[in-house]
């Protein structure tokens, strides 16, 4: 199993990123697939989340209007479209995949993930 994350960069603030997540090994189709961050001293924070369809989607209140998730099944690649960056959105950016019948999206931060990326870092300079 595997998920490797792509895309993160210094960027000034205001400015766009392109993150990606390609996954193998598991029923990536199947999956939710959900981007979470860390700053450096502060606790693990829950970004957004897909739906294996792309039908349905869910995002924090700190990124809502700025950041979009989308996936291609057909590449088994998820993104996360970062815009109008601030230096509060600096941290490791992870993706992670989970598969259940009794997900609820909307609270997609509060559940264990079953598989996870290594992270790439997105740094925001003022």
């Known amino acids: 199993v595997r998920l490797v994350e792509s895309g993160g960069a210094p960027v000034q603030t205001g400015g766009s990123l392109r993150l990606s997540c390609v996954a193998s090994g598991f029923g990536f189709t199947e999956s939710f697939i959900g981007w979470f961050r860390q700053a450096p001293g502060k606790e693990r924070e829950g970004v957004s989340c897909?739906?294996?369809?792309?039908?349905?989607?869910a995002y924090a209140d700190s990124v809502k209007g700025r950041f979009t998730v989308s996936r291609d099944n057909a590449k088994n690649t998820v993104y996360l479209q970062l815009s109008d960056l601030r230096p509060e959105d600096t941290a490791v950016y992870s993706c992670?995949?989970?598969?259940?019948?009794?997900?609820?999206?909307?609270?997609?931060?509060?559940?264990?993930?079953?598989?996870w990326g290594q992270g790439t870092q997105v740094t925001v300079s003022s």
């Open positions: 992670a995949a989970i598969k259940s019948a009794w997900f609820q999206i909307e609270d997609f931060s509060s559940y264990m993930f079953d598989y």
């Open positions: 897909i739906d294996s369809s792309a039908t349905r989607t």
